[in-house]
């Protein structure tokens, strides 16, 4: 028989489930479990993406997920939400000061030298992307040798503690506006809905926690010419943010710990107001966990395009709050796409009919009414 | 990256119901809104559940915020209760609510929670239907902004859906719209009223038992509330049709296990060219058998 009943769904589920182990498993004799910490220091830039993506700073949890999506950024971001999303909100987090960070590394591409100094740090931006051989056989001495002619290496002479920011130097300066203090709270994504319009703080909060190449993908249009934000990169900064929170009994601010941030302001060119103010170059902010600089220069880029459309409406897609904030996100993204693969058997009839229909009365429009066989005989 | 984070180990336990009572209180006040203002979209943040976006995380909500230890619930997809995706939703449920039963038969169940089907027999007052939606918005169609629809769905304005339901007539003979079919409730608000097939839109209409609209990727929830008009967008002179089911000579096909001809048909391609029929909504399938034989329980009778 050609038909098998649809029985047994729980059966198929339980079994895709050992499938997906056995295969997470099956590495043969010599296979080892990957460490949590493995995860977590040797697969650094994955992990920093999913906790970003997944909204929430917890580096072990994030390896885990990591190893229990098998190494899939999206699914892995997608268990770290959906953890976060049943813990209540216990309190809104004060502006934190970047300022203080300490950083691994920070850059500026708008001067030769800024106050504090340029600091390359970790990065592989001039890194020859040549495959190296050698890390196919290498072994945890390898480790403490390349640790220790590190430390060997390092220069005596103290890190400060903060750095100024170049933001700061060029609004002394008046080339950009000076800084309005917040005027209303922030929005906060996981507790409202957008319904548009929404205010900035609600687009940097989707953009945070938004898939990586889906922002790079939508600032990208909006650098080749989907757009004109003309971008300079005044400060791109990596480091540890300390987060400071009211004191729970006195209320004072108590640093809580420290989280690994990247955070990018642009500057834009000026555009003319109609205010008749004086002209400045205009801010674009992108910030967000872990080491990602794609991720918090294309926020950057997206922010200020957002904010242009915002005032003076969409030209083109990354400047449409709507089409931008609405598709980044990618544990809703994802998701939808992997749901065409569940059953659509009663939908699919209704096409048929719908096509079934449509096809007979083309083919009955087609026919030769009695009428005009007529008048072709005559 | 940050060795001081340790693992909650402590955080096996999950509230009743998965979600924290925060958000079980935000989507049952989103739910009372709805009814009050049937066929309204009401936006609401929709949290994340730990299935997909798309599998039924809207209609989950819904139920989760609704479900209580006293409740029979039933979960159907494409109206089989033993699919895939209602096996999931289902475990997910029992799991994440002790003391909840769930049942197979419509008509013991509190909650019906549904993707794609309305099930074949007629609910009551004292049940609830959960239709999980994957496009809240019948503007959708005509306009891909959700600003510009909502100030459309504000001015009653409909006048696009009703030109592309002209379109189609004009273009094909037929309006194309298969499922998904816009219907108005309560006289305004037109509503996307989930994936069902347009031979289940007419049990909206004045149904007894309260229905209920999750969108949980598009964070939105709609109602239809017990009672109330629910009209197919339609024009005088070409009424709304539902999917046909008759053979070429002009009889309605039945299905090929039950026998009924009053059915919505799931159509099965044979191996040999041929086609087999048979009931979508199982339940109502199995009830038919039971009738036949004589075999059904008096209480479900």
């Known amino acids: 028989m050609g038909y098998v009943a649809i029985k047994g769904g729980a059966d198929a589920i339980n079994g895709a489930e050992r499938a997906m182990e056995i295969l997470r498993t099956a590495e043969g004799e010599q296979g080892e479990p990957l460490t949590l910490s493995a995860i977590e220091h040797q697969l650094r830039l994955l992990t920093s993406r999913v906790v970003s993506e997944g909204g929430l700073y917890h580096p072990k949890l994030a390896a885990l997920a990591i190893k229990q999506a098998q190494g899939d950024t999206l699914e892995a971001a997608f268990a770290l939400r959906a953890y976060r999303s049943t813990k209540p909100r216990l309190l809104e987090t004060p502006p934190q000061d970047t300022r203080k960070m300490r950083l691994i590394r920070r850059i500026s591409s708008a001067f030769k030298d800024i106050p504090g100094g340029q600091m390359l740090g970790p990065t592989f931006d001039y890194a020859l992307r040549l495959m190296r051989l050698d890390l196919a056989t290498e072994r945890p001495e390898d480790f403490r040798k390349i640790a220790g002619s590190f430390l060997a290496r390092s220069p005596n002479a103290p890190v400060a503690d903060s750095f100024p920011k170049v933001v700061d130097t060029l609004r002394a300066e008046g080339l950009l506006p000076p800084l309005h203090s917040r005027q209303c709270d922030p929005f906060d994504v996981t507790r409202e809905p957008l319904v548009f319009p929404v205010p900035r703080s609600a687009a940097l909060a989707t953009m945070a926690r938004a898939e990586t190449g889906s922002l790079l993908a939508i600032a990208y249009s909006s650098m080749r010419g989907y757009g004109d934000i003309h971008p300079t990169i005044a400060e791109l900064r990596v480091g540890y943010l300390p987060i400071e929170l009211p004191h729970p009994v006195t209320g004072e601010m108590t640093e809580a710990g420290e989280v690994l941030v990247t955070e990018c302001e642009v500057v834009a060119m000026y555009e003319a107001d109609s205010a008749g103010k004086r002209p400045t170059f205009t801010l674009g902010y992108g910030a967000c966990f872990g080491h990602n600089e794609v991720k918090a220069i294309s926020m950057a880029i997206l922010d200020r395009s957002l904010q242009k459309g915002m005032a003076d409406g969409p030209a083109n897609p990354s400047e449409d709050p709507e089409f931008v904030l609405l598709h980044v996100d990618g544990v809703d993204a994802m998701g939808f796409a992997s749901h065409y693969k569940m059953p659509h058997y009663v939908t699919f009839q209704s096409d048929m009919d719908r096509l079934r229909t449509t096809q007979k009365a083309h083919d009955q429009a087609l026919e030769p009414s009695p009428h005009q066989t007529e008048r072709a005989a005559q | ?301």
């Open chain 2, 1 to 301: 990256m940050n060795s001081s984070y340790e693992l909650p180990l402590d955080e096996a336990d999950y509230n009743f119901g998965f979600l924290d009572e925060y958000a079980k209180r935000e989507i049952r006040r989103a739910i009372l809104k709805s009814i009050c203002i049937p066929g309204y979209q009401t936006p609401y943040a929709s949290r994340e559940m730990p299935m997909g976006r798309g599998f039924g995380t809207g209609g989950l909500q819904l139920t989760l915020s609704l479900a209580g230890p006293d409740d029979v619930l039933k979960v159907i997809d494409q109206g089989s209760d033993d699919s895939v995706n209602a096996v999931n939703l289902r475990q997910f449920v029992s799991l994440t609510c002790p003391g909840l039963t769930t049942t197979t038969h419509t008509s013991d169940a509190t909650i019906i929670q549904s993707r794609h089907r309305i099930p074949e027999q007629p609910l009551n007052e004292s049940q609830v239907l959960v239709l999980q939606v994957p496009y809240p918005d019948a503007l959708v169609v005509v306009e891909p902004s959700e600003a510009r629809r909502k100030a459309m769905h504000g001015e009653g304005d409909y006048s696009r859906l009703l030109t592309k339901l002209y379109e189609d007539i004009v273009k094909f003979r037929e309006i194309t719209i298969s499922h998904r079919y816009p219907t108005r409730i309560n006289g305004h608000y037109v509503i996307d009223p989930s994936p069902i097939p347009r031979y289940d839109v007419p049990q909206l209409n004045q149904s007894p038992a309260l229905t209920l609209f999750g969108a949980g990727r598009e964070k939105k929830i709609y109602a239809v509330p017990p009672y109330t008009n629910a009209t197919p967008l339609a024009f005088d002179d070409v009424p709304f049709r539902t999917e046909d089911f008759h053979d070429d000579r002009g009889e309605r096909i039945a299905c090929a296990r039950c026998g009924s001809t009053r059915s919505f048909l799931d159509e099965l391609p044979l191996a040999d060219g041929s086609k087999r029929w048979q009931c979508s909504d199982t339940d109502y399938c199995d009830q038919q058998l039971q009738l036949k034989s004589g075999t059904l329980t008096g209480a479900r009778q």
